[in-house]
């Protein structure tokens, strides 16, 4: 199966920084979603986003889907942004689709 | 309901003993996953529901998984004979539409809280 790759692993920021979060596939994707599961294993979906770029207030999403990657962006980044991010990605449908291995965010105050 | 529930939130069990998992989707929402997630590590999934019907369950880990939703809403994952390595979260989610591979198809995709599993 598909193979993904997030990175960094580990990130951690001081309130009010910029960050961003990759994402790489092993082959060519037709969906791929980010999501922010919260300290408390919430895992809320953030984008939908095969390709193209999404906005969603402080953050935005780019995937170049001919390259195999996709970014998440934060901006202006507040505490309750900590977590971890995952993308996932795949073929058609949701049974098929891979998780990465997450980015844990920590935001400092 | 508002939203996916899982229930219980925490069990832990004996190595041995068998569990029951219970994972209550948004109200009519026809598809659902079960996931397995290992501390540190991303989700992985198990098996998927469109309806009462199990269409995949290439990723239960062995025949000591199973799940069922027998009238198309709640469903149940059972681990039998539990084992040190089944410890992990197992997450719900369910979404409103088939999987045709329509880019739509994650309308309404959303997972539950999960139930944290520790077996001893």
């Known amino acids: 199966g598909i193979q993904v790759e997030q990175s960094p692993p580990d990130l951690i920021l001081q309130e009010g920084a910029n960050s961003t979060l990759r994402c790489n596939f092993s082959d060519s994707v037709n969906n791929l979603q980010w999501f922010h599961q919260n300290p408390w294993g919430q895992l809320i979906n953030l984008f939908y986003?095969?390709?193209g770029t999404k906005q969603n207030g402080r953050l935005s999403a780019t995937t170049v889907a001919t390259e195999r990657y996709s970014l998440l962006y934060i901006s202006s980044s507040q505490t309750t942004d900590s977590g971890v991010y995952f993308c996932r990605g795949g073929e058609n449908a949701g049974n098929m689709l891979t998780f990465g291995g997450g980015t844990r965010l920590m935001v400092k105050p | 309901g508002a939203g996916v529930s899982q229930s219980p939130r925490y069990k832990v069990a004996k190595r041995g003993q068998d569990v029951a998992l219970r994972c209550d989707p948004i109200?009519?929402?026809?598809?659902l996953f079960w996931y397995q997630q290992a501390l540190g590590q991303g989700p992985e999934f198990l098996t998927y529901?469109?309806?009462?019907?199990?269409?995949?369950k290439s990723g239960l880990p062995s025949d000591r998984f199973f799940a069922e939703r027998p009238e198309g809403s709640v469903s149940t994952l059972k681990i039998q004979r539990t084992q040190q390595e089944d410890s992990a979260v197992y997450l719900c989610a369910s979404s409103n539409t088939f999987l045709t591979g329509d880019s739509d198809f994650n309308y309404g995709y959303t997972f539950g809280s999960g139930t944290r599993l520790t077996v001893v």
């Open positions: 529901f469109q309806n009462e019907a199990q269409l995949d």
């Open positions: 986003i095969p390709s």
């Open positions: 109200s009519g929402h026809v598809s």
